[in-house]
């Protein structure tokens, strides 16, 4: 089977409003970790979530063209300081001159080592969480520290219930298979064993966070890596997570 370019999809949409998920070139894991980056639109405001490197931001310029401006964009929301995530800062600024950064107030000061990000608004989130306003709709960016980074962040869309989980439900995907949403609950585990169990530092992260979104109403959830979890699968996503034991140092 060869390389596959995949098409933009959308995950979820309610009126005017979409969540949807930007496309993929199996020839990226060549280069990196295969990244999933996302699109909310919202009438005509579009915040884009965890953009990636350099070497994907043209597909992600191409296919988020095909659904907005690029001048609409009014925001970007890094959920956290990674390179796969914060990696084409400087070229944001070009191609979507009007959105405004999102990212937690420890990684403000370290961004811009990138280079040059003049003219880049920079929205500090605090560690508590905040609003973000897209169209008509307020987006929640809820604590998920630890997660792996220190100061992470989830984002839940209560428009059509999806929760962007970042890092949270990374799996990695052995040479040939890939695929968008988990279908073989118990097949995928074995991808997200390896990152959940090394990267996250401890399983007291993960129960504050698992009680932080206890109440939220989900349809679905979208990590950054791998595979996204529909219906039955949150569920078990969720178990699994809750049932996750010798977690970073705990394992120690
Ligand atoms: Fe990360
Ligand atoms: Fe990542």
Partial sequence: MGIR?????I?????DHRFIWLGLDEAEAERG???NQYLIVDKNEGLLIDPGGQYVFERIYRNVSEFIEPENIKAVFFSHQDP????SLIMISDFFPNAEIYVSKLWTRFLPHLGVIEGVVMKEIPDEGTDIIVGKTSLKAIPAHYLHSPGNFSLYDPKVKVLFSGDIGAAVFPEGTWYLFVDDFKT???YMEGFH???IPTKRALDIWLNKIKELDINIIAPQHGAIFAEKNVKKFLDWLRNLDNVGLDSI
Avoid: Q, S
């Avoid at 370019?5 to 999809?9: A, D, E, G, L, Q």
């Avoid at 995950?11 to 009126?15: C, G, L, P, R, S």
């Avoid at 796969?84 to 990696?87: E, N, Q």
């Fill in 5 to 9: 370019v995949h098409r933009p999809y």
């Fill in 11 to 15: 995950i979820a949409e309610k009126d």
């Fill in 33 to 35: 970790i295969l990244t």
């Fill in 84 to 87: 796969d995530v914060v990696g």
């Fill in 188 to 190: 995928h585990v074995k």
């Fill in 197 to 199: 169990k090394r990267y």
